[in-house]
């Protein structure tokens, strides 16, 4: 079965730092491009950052470009998003999905972790 | 980047109904248009890709169309379990985008 578990989330100052893990399981990780997804509470889901299957490639959104830092460690199946500088408008559920292949973007998400609540406040 | 507008941002319908939901770039996406099922609490849910493409698993009575800057997400026959917010979402850019959701609510 194909599992995407993120981990790393939690309560941190306006200001700070904070890194979001994504371990996976059940499909060949090398093999898929990889994105992180957020949603602010009642709000939309909002795509924030992608990375190519050799991580070569890396993409942002504008609201997080230089602040978000992405990576994968294909060894240990696992997808990083490094944060930096977080705001109160950072606050989100943020979601690690597989991609359908392995560029990106590929064709969709088809598969979802379950997600990690980042509330940044004081 | 690629604008995503969903219409309309809510509707109610009934157990049998048949809805739809319309989604609108701001520019040719060609079909690199998806669609996503969301219910409170859980992660989004692949349903349509590649603008009319079912994923696997998921039931007919979902269909989507389109191409270009125009789609539709057509559900035949509701059912107690599609009662969630759906959302379209574009990969024809890198920087993909999402539109804001449409909430199916039960008449």
């Known amino acids: 079965e194909v599992q995407l578990l993120e981990s790393g989330g939690g309560l941190v100052q306006p200001g700070g730092s904070m890194r979001l893990s994504c371990t996976t399981s059940?499909?060949?990780?090398?093999?898929?491009?990889m994105s992180w997804v957020r949603q602010a509470p009642g709000k939309g889901l909002e795509w924030v950052s992608g990375m190519s299957n050799t991580g070569g490639n890396s993409y942002y959104a504008d609201s997080v470009r230089g602040r978000f830092t992405i990576s994968r460690d294909n060894f240990k199946n696992t997808l990083y998003l490094q944060m930096h500088n977080l705001r109160a408008e950072d606050r989100a559920v943020y979601y690690c999905?597989?991609?359908?292949?392995?560029?990106?973007?590929?064709?969709?998400?088809?598969?979802w972790g379950q997600g990690t609540l980042v509330t940044v406040s004081s | 980047d690629i604008q995503m507008t969903q219409s309309p941002s809510s509707l109610s319908a009934s157990i049998g109904d048949r809805v739809t939901i319309t989604c609108r770039a701001s520019q040719s996406i060609d079909t690199y248009l998806n669609w996503y099922q969301q219910k409170p609490g859980k992660a989004p849910k692949l349903l349509i890709y590649g603008a009319y493409r079912l994923q696997d698993g998921v039931p007919s009575r979902f269909g989507g169309s389109g191409s270009g800057t125009d789609f539709t997400l057509t559900i035949h026959n509701l059912q107690p379990e599609d009662f969630a917010t759906y959302y379209c979402?574009?990969?024809?850019?890198?920087?993909?985008?999402f539109g804001q959701g449409t909430r199916l609510e039960i008449k």
């Open positions: 979402q574009q990969t024809y850019s890198n920087l993909i985008t």
């Open positions: 059940g499909f060949n990780f090398n093999n898929y491009a």
């Open positions: 999905a597989k991609d359908t292949g392995y560029h990106h973007p590929g064709d969709a998400f088809d598969v």
